[in-house]
Structure formats: structure tokens, C-alpha cells
């Protein structure tokens, strides 16, 4: 699970524990980037 926070005209994707994970320049980016980057983890 992650969250997304709106932070100065751009998205910023943390994990649960609320480490920085990477940035998009919208909620759509953030989203694909997140599948991309699950992918990778697992």
C-alpha cells in the first residue's frame, strides 16, 4: 500500500511508514509508476 500526497503542483508517493518513494506530475502518473515499481519489488 502507499499514499499520495498533492504537494506543490505535483504528487509524491509514500509507503505506510511514510518513506518517500518517487514523485509524478499527477495522480495517473503516480499510479502507473506504483504498479511499475510493485513489479519491481516483488
Known amino acids: 500500500?502507499?499514499?499520495m500526497k498533492y504537494v506543490s503542483g505535483?504528487?509524491?508517493v509514500y509507503d505506510?511508514?511514510?518513506r518517500f518513494l518517487?514523485?509524478?506530475d499527477s495522480e495517473r502518473e503516480?499510479?502507473?509508476e506504483w504498479e511499475n515499481y510493485?513489479?519491481?519489488a516483488a
Open 22 to 24: 518517487f514523485s509524478a
Open 30 to 32: 503516480a499510479r502507473e
Open 10 to 12: 505535483h504528487i509524491q
Open 16 to 18: 505506510l511508514r511514510g
Open 38 to 40: 510493485a513489479e519491481s
Open 1 to 3: 500500500m502507499y499514499q
